[in-house]
């Protein structure tokens, strides 16, 4: 039995099922357990999960990829060393492990610290897993730099906590807090209006179909990237434009003023898209699936006065503008697959194989 900090420490009858992360390496250092019910110290919820999705950082974070010195694709196929040294989180904080992971939490507030409103006992909300600290120079990250929701219960500051008001199921709503928000940020950081004609690079996954759905809310032009397998799901999701990501990818575009370039990917095709970019143009980036190491010709950069913007911190408006839009029934959620709990290496090998569209979600029914 593992015993951590802010975990009940009272009987056996405090126990709750969750899956642990170990340390670095591959699906084996996942461990399906039994851990002690936290619970809520001052400031701070019990949360009783319904759902929580799988997401990028998941697999980052278990293969040392922030800050593996091996080659990207090793780590991505879960070849990277059990051995790093210095291993920390996206924000640069080391990760202790045990870890539970899992950032996408949706469930009932079930019981609440000193010093928290008792209106949020019962509730369902949905948690913003962006850890701000105005007095610490790292922000924190659920599931990251503290447990997650791949467990019955979480707890989580309640500052962090939003009543959610949708006929949506914990399942369906478990799509949003990551892949979301993540989309949200990077529209706010790059000033898209509907004005803007936008190229979605990564079109068809779970931060890619939200950038979609979000354009349109602002009513911004949509030009996706995406397979031939998935174009059918992105026009689905109102992309006006639908192009290949091959070799033509670049007479494609050739008709088109792209003013914004949302990028998900990273990868080969960095330097080509970028020069599609009209005059004063804004370049936006949240991930490095196709690979971190990209070729940049500042000349580009330079003689075009384009802005390029990196997007992972967010303010805390964002989500409560993503709050927004889901409580007015703005927004569709896209679920590719559901696991149990129990089944999260399987999960994480279905994600990981990137044949699917939209989110692949956790449910506790079997915990």
């Not at 974070?61 to 694709?73: D, I, L, V």
């Not at 948690?127 to 701000?132: A, C, G, Q």
């Not at 979605?200 to 602002?218: F, N």
């Not at 998900?264 to 080509?272: L, R, S």
Request: hydrophobic letters at 40%; proline letters at 4%.
């Amino acid at each position: 039995m593992l015993v951590r900090d802010n975990y009940c420490r009272i009987t056996m009858t405090q126990l709750m099922q969750a899956v642990v992360l170990t340390g670095h390496g591959g699906p084996e250092k996942l461990v399906y357990t039994q851990v002690d019910k936290p619970c809520p110290q001052a400031g701070e919820v019990l949360i009783q999960v319904g759902a929580c999705s799988v997401n990028n950082t998941d697999l980052n974070a278990r293969t040392g990829w922030y800050t593996a010195k091996q080659e990207f694709e090793a780590v991505l196929q879960d070849k990277a060393s059990t051995s790093i040294q210095s291993s920390t989180a996206w924000g640069g904080v080391s990760i202790e492990f045990p870890r539970i992971q899992g950032a996408d939490i949706v469930g009932k507030v079930v019981e609440v610290g000193a010093g928290v409103d008792q209106n949020l006992l019962q509730q369902r909300v949905m948690v913003d897993p962006w850890i701000r600290d105005k007095s610490s120079a790292s922000d924190r990250y659920v599931g990251s730099e503290l447990d997650g929701g791949f467990a019955e219960y979480a707890v989580i500051p309640a500052s962090n906590v939003y009543p959610i008001q949708s006929p949506l199921s914990d399942i369906e709503l478990a799509c949003f807090p990551c892949s979301y928000s993540t989309a949200e940020n990077m529209l706010v950081k790059g000033r898209v209006t509907g004005s803007d004609t936008v190229l979605i690079m990564g079109a068809s996954g779970g931060v890619g179909s939200a950038l979609i759905q979000l354009c349109k809310l602002r009513g911004a032009k949509v030009i996706a990237i995406a397979s031939p397998s998935k174009q059918a799901f992105v026009r689905k999701l109102g992309a006006d434009f639908v192009y290949n990501r091959d070799e033509k990818i670049i007479k494609s575009l050739a008709d088109h003023a792209i003013t914004v370039y949302l990028d998900t990917v990273g990868g080969v095709h960095f330097p080509q898209l970028l020069k599609k970019l009209q005059v004063g143009g804004r370049y936006v980036i949240c991930g490095a699936i196709g690979g971190p190491i990209v070729q940049l010709d500042l000349r580009e950069l330079i003689y075009k006065d384009l802005e390029m913007i990196g997007a992972t911190r967010m303010e805390a408006t964002v989500f409560q503008s993503l709050v927004n839009y889901i409580n007015q029934n703005l927004l569709k959620p896209v679920v590719a697959n559901t696991f149990p709990l129990s089944q999260i290496k399987a999960a994480q090998q279905a994600f990981q194989s990137k044949n699917f569209c939209g989110k692949i979600v956790i449910t506790l029914d079997e915990a």
